[in-house]
């Protein structure tokens, strides 16, 4: 669905402080340590996307918070126009209350945290970060007292995907989120090597999908990368399947302009189920890298359109 106005993406660094092994990023070198956009061409992108009239601000990595200038960066966004400015974060800087404050202070509105478990085990094992897990809760208890909304990140692997209904209800109907995104990891760098070894199926996870859907309020969780006829029980919740020409922009690390549409589209393909399908004419397809490894017996061409997906059409 497009969004009531452009969303602009600002890629700041590639540099992390976790090793998640699902990272659509590539492997962390030196010489991709060194890529990251310097201040003037961040300025320069924040300039050109509010004179289109982008209004919403995503700033992410890598690790947006391990940038030395960030705070001097989301000033200028906020004097350059833009309403509102989300940090996308593993959230272990944000540990640090005055860190917090001073972000909140520079503009920070909205923020979402990327947690991959509803324990401190777990997660911590997933992105390598000892501490990682209780340093994101205690700056979520930080926004939390300075009013930021915030959201949640999890991306769904073989490690996690059982406890996905348990960090829906203790991470967002019982603890400090206000809504949720679970993302299907694309078979893109890190995960392009990993997959194998992490990745889950669809049908893997369409049971744990379903169950954290009944511990939240219908709207606070989504689920990405995900297409219809994997999952149709949760139509509704699904982004990024549908065909869609918005406005939104990114400037990637290397200062490059990104179509993110085109990008999105590129990573889909169809197959011979695509063609029988009641929504052929408004799905983007399936994944290319999925469909190649586990092939397409898992996708059944849906005889009608899901009701859920007529209302939501019709809003």
């Known amino acids: 669905m497009r969004t009531a106005d452009p969303v602009f993406e600002l890629f700041l660094n590639y540099a992390c402080q976790a090793k998640c092994a699902f990272c659509y990023n590539p492997p962390i070198t030196d010489e991709l340590l060194r890529r990251e956009l310097s201040f003037e061409q961040a300025a320069a992108a924040l300039y050109r996307a509010a004179k289109a009239g982008a209004k919403r601000l995503n700033m992410h990595g890598g690790e947006v918070t391990l940038r030395d ?16 400015i989300t940090l996308v974060t593993n959230g272990v800087k944000l540990g640090d209350a005055k860190y917090a404050k001073a972000l909140v202070s520079a503009g920070v509105t909205h923020a979402r945290m990327s947690l991959h478990a509803p324990d401190a085990k777990t997660h911590d094992a997933i992105v390598m970060v000892p501490g990682a897990f209780d340093r994101a809760l205690r700056g979520a208890a930080h926004l939390r007292k300075l ?9 769904l692997i073989r490690e996690n995907v059982a406890k ?9 109907a019982e603890g400090p989120f206000d809504e949720m995104i679970v993302y299907f ?14 990745g889950v199926t669809y049908e893997q996870a369409r049971r744990p999908l ?23 029980e949760l139509a509704d919740l699904l982004l990024d399947w549908e065909k869609d020409r918005g406005e939104s922009g990114m400037i990637g690390p290397e200062g490059k302009a990104v179509d993110l549409e085109a990008m999105k589209d590129a990573q889909k393909g169809t197959i011979a189920a695509c063609r029988a399908c009641a929504l052929k004419e408004r799905c983007r397809g399936v994944e290319s890298e ?9 996708f059944r061409a849906l005889a009608a359109v899901p009701p859920a997906l007529k209302a939501a059409a019709g809003r």
């Open 147 to 155: 009013r930021v909304p915030l959201g949640l990140n999890f991306v």
């Open 164 to 172: 996905l209904p348990e960090a829906a209800k203790r991470l967002v």
């Open 210 to 232: 379903i169950d954290a859907a009944k511990e939240v309020e219908l709207g606070r969780m989504l689920v990405a990368n995900v297409p219809p006829c994997a999952a149709p």
């Open 290 to 298: 999925y469909a190649s490894r586990h092939g397409d017996g898992e």
């Open 69 to 84: 200038d960030l705070l001097k960066i989301v000033r200028l966004a906020r004097k350059t126009g833009f309403e509102q």
């Open 185 to 198: 990891p694309h078979e893109r760098g890190m995960m392009s090597l990993n997959a194998a070894e992490i």
